[in-house]
């Protein structure tokens, strides 16, 4: 059964001459529990399409839909919404407030639901022992290796059970030995049934994917 | 909830500097403000209190300033004796004000029976009190003097119009209440060959109000409505100098500009200046210029000032959250909605600006022992200020670009 699928996406940048087309006429779907890869050159519409999923950038054309549903979001409110509720988000740069502790960045995804403060607590501590960094809850990402400061992006990311987890080049930042343990987590957690969609460079990566596809320009 | 405790105390540590700067920037305002206010409802007192009915003169003396070593203007052979009947004429009949004059006399004590006490003139004679002078005090009390000044009759009548005239055949007495035991209404008394009639009493403890705060007794005095004889052939006219040197004026309106009405009579007649003072309540004239310089002076200093704070904690506030951005959009990213960071923004400044009227308290006790203006003012003005210099940050977190963000540093 398909988790989402575009039809027919566009789009592009800039006004009049300077308008440049970054994705056009685009169709995919993403099944449940796949592990897309989303290969391509810089420029070829990787980041714009992850935005589109996302809910942070919009489509000039084409039709998005989310488990069965039109995906319509018309003001900035609601893509933080659709993000809360079903989408978690891994960035190169990892994307953590330096000033909250590791177990804080965590448990930040939960601070819009419904959880009390004990649910809420428990449920950091799960993802802490699952990602294997319960001893590092109270530190500080400046004081965290790459790896850790990835690792605690993920905890956030998959805390609240989002139905896709999207990875923008989550291990671009990272040496290769760390790159393999963070992509075993994520093979693992696609495994316990996380569909994900990684964006890549890396052919190594790609490989651990369950599917590939490659943008071109 | 969760989000706005951790945040703010987020915020509160990790930007120390430009807090302490923003709370440093709000004592000043809350400080420069309380003392513009202060000032403000000081000068608007003042203000009110010289502009409002409370407290302002009711009763001016008016003194003719001629030269008394020369033409006096109330000799018949004097040249200015003519319009000085009708600078008279114009005071008594002006809609300003009602003029009003008390004159002491004496009258001899062997004019009255004999039954009266040996003391009976000593007690509230306070021009000659020393024992044997044997004179009994009597005032001369012009028209409106009993009305204005609120003395009633016991017994009898008050003076009528015709009591004042000088052509009456006949001068009429209203005797102080001690008169009571010996006199009668009706009962005449002679004095230089002319004839006075009785024709009420005082009630008991009746007083004429001579200055401010200084009063009189007339249980013991006799009230005269008009000089006990008067000689026509003489070269002064008495009756004409009682008003305009040394009367009284109670005025209708207490924001009259008594002097200024006075100053139009005189320069119509060409007559000499006649100078008013009030003898209650506060001159009007002078504190108008002083006191709205002095509220426009303020009104400008308070708007400098705050535009002044205002600037600086819009810039400090500015910068603060450029230093933000990444983190704003890290709560984005991870479902915290725009206005509940905005919101968080709003409580933090809210709690500063608590905290910056404390010391404004402190110093209001210190000073005077409590708030002279309520720190609810204060706070509505810095609520103002502070609420205009968070428009650019809410615009700026409006522009919170998540495309960008991503971007950033992924590729």
Known sequence: ?217 | MIFFVKNIYRTILTHWKANLLILADLILCALMIFIMLQNYSFAAYEFGRYYGDEGLALTYTITSEYDRTQDIPFYKQSPMYEATKLVKEEIQNSEFWKPYYFVWLSLPRSIFVSELPEDFELQYDPKYPQPGFSDINSILFSKHLMAIQNITIFEGREFIAEDHELSAETVSLILGYDFLPFYDVGDIIIYDGQSAKVVGFLTDNAFLRVFDGDYYNLDRSVILPRMFSHDASTTSDPELFLLLDGGNLAVNNPQTDVQAEINKITAKYGWFPIRCEPIDGSRYINTEVVTQKNIALLLFLAIISSLLCLTALSNILFKRTIKEYSTHCTFLLSGTPLWKINLSIIIEMAFWTGLAIVPVIALSYLEYGRMLVSPLYILGFMGMIVAISLIPVIILNGKSNLDLFMRSRSE
């Not at chain 1, 449920?123 to 319960?134: F, V």
């Not at chain 1, 030995?177 to 460079?201: A, P, R, V």
């Open chain 1, 1 to 217: 059964m398909a988790l989402l699928k575009l039809t027919n996406i566009s789009k592009s940048y800039g006004k009049d001459e300077r308008k440049t087309a970054v994705l056009e006429g685009l169709d995919i779907a993403i099944e449940e529990g796949e592990m897309l890869a989303v290969m391509g050159k810089s420029g070829s519409g990787k980041t714009t399409l992850l935005n589109i999923i996302a809910g942070i950038d919009y489509p000039d054309k084409g039709e998005y839909i989310f488990l069965d549903t039109p995906v319509l979001l018309r003001k900035t409110s609601d893509g933080v919404r659709f993000r809360r509720n079903q989408i978690g988000i891994i960035v190169q740069h990892f994307a953590l407030i330096n000033d909250f502790s590791v177990c804080e960045n965590v448990e930040m995804g939960l601070w819009e639901t419904k959880m009390s403060r004990k649910e809420r607590r428990s449920r950091t501590m799960e993802i802490l022992d699952q990602l294997e960094i319960r001893t590092l809850s109270d530190h500080y990402p400046p004081e965290l290796s790459g790896g850790e400061k990835q690792r605690t992006a993920i905890g956030r990311a998959i805390v609240t059970k989002p139905r896709l987890l999207l990875a923008d080049e989550p291990t671009g930042a990272l040496d290769n030995l760390t790159e393999q343990n963070i992509m075993d987590i994520l093979t693992k957690l696609n495994k316990e049934g996380t569909t994900m969609m990684i964006i890549t460079h890396d052919e190594d990566i790609a490989r651990r994917c369950t599917r590939v596809i490659e943008l071109k320009k």
